[in-house]
């Protein structure tokens, strides 16, 4: 039980990581447009 929730919160935190840095790449390449 303990092991799921840490791979969820391993998981949840993964995707936070990669939704950040995709909205830190479309800043920059926004920026570079502009």
Do not use: A, D, H, P
Request: net charge positive.
């Amino acid at each position: 039980m303990r092991s799921n929730q840490s791979l969820m919160q391993r998981s949840l935190l993964l995707i936070l990581e990669i939704c950040s840095l995709t909205t830190l790449g479309v800043r920059k390449s926004w920026w570079m447009r502009g």
